[in-house]
């Protein structure tokens, strides 16, 4: 027997926020979601950390040049920036489902602090080595991949339900608009100052939003659903907007 859903709305429903009538369509224009508060802020913190993240791998490449000699080995960096992606996609998307996304995102750009400021650091000292490097960008790259699919999962919770498509598009406009500034900043500051201030920038990238997401976690709670019966409770500003009440009942 198949299973029996019985959902019960309290309060505001989500369509009725909306104050439109049934069937209407409503006007979203792409740059709208930028106008709802906690998703504009997220947005800034993608684009910020994506682009110190490009930053940063234009510094380890150049770094590696400089350190040996082995074409392997500057190959090796770009391996150390996305194996983890290709090891931990599957259980890094399960995460993102099991626990906090909030927390899972704050914990990821405090890591990524952590390390590129370690890297930044022994590199301004110059005892950086190359496996040394190769080893704090796998760090880094565990970081990011642990991250992405956290704020992939978070953007419907921050964004009405009309303006997610929008909202999406303006996920991969942030990516693009730091895949065009990320690499050219990055040469710019190597040639300048060399490729440590490089690493302490990605860090100081990632303090950003981490400051910002401790900011936005003290205006939007989100109470995760159990297991079995419970109530699912959405909170902005420590005013309650919704509650739903889910009964799943199996036959």
């Known amino acids: ?92 998307g399960a995460l993102a489902d099991v626990f906090d996304r909030r927390r899972i995102l704050l914990l990821t750009q405090l890591w990524m602090l952590a390390v590129a400021a370690i890297l930044g650091i022994i590199t301004l000292l110059e005892v950086t080595t190359p496996w040394a490097l190769l080893g704090l960008t796998f760090l880094l790259g565990i970081g990011a991949a642990v ?56 860090a100081l990238s990632f303090l950003a939003a981490h400051c910002i997401g401790q900011a936005i976690e003290k205006k939007l709670k989100v109470f995760h659903f159990l297991r079995g019966q419970e109530d699912y409770k959405y909170r902005l500003g420590g005013k309650e907007e919704k509650i739903y009440r889910i009964k799943a009942v199996k036959g």
């Open 1 to 92: 027997m198949p299973a029996e859903l019985d959902t019960k709305v309290l309060g505001k429903s989500p369509d009725s926020s909306l104050g439109m009538a049934d069937g209407q369509t409503p006007e979203v224009s792409a740059w709208s979601p930028l106008g709802e508060p906690i998703f504009r802020a997220l947005w800034i913190v993608s684009v910020t950390s994506n682009i110190g993240s490009l930053m940063q791998n234009v510094g380890a490449a150049w770094l590696m040049t400089t350190l040996s000699a082995s074409p392997l080995m500057v190959s090796l960096v770009q391996t150390a920036t996305n194996l983890p992606v290709f090891l931990l996609a599957l259980p890094a």
């Open 147 to 202: 991250n992405a699919p956290a704020w992939q999962a978070i953007v419907p919770e921050v964004v009405p339900r009309p303006k997610l498509f929008a909202a999406v598009a303006l996920d991969s406009v942030g990516f693009n608009l730091a895949r065009g500034i990320g690499p050219a900043l990055g040469g710019l500051v190597v040639a300048a100052a060399g490729p440590g201030v490089v690493f302490l920038l990605n």
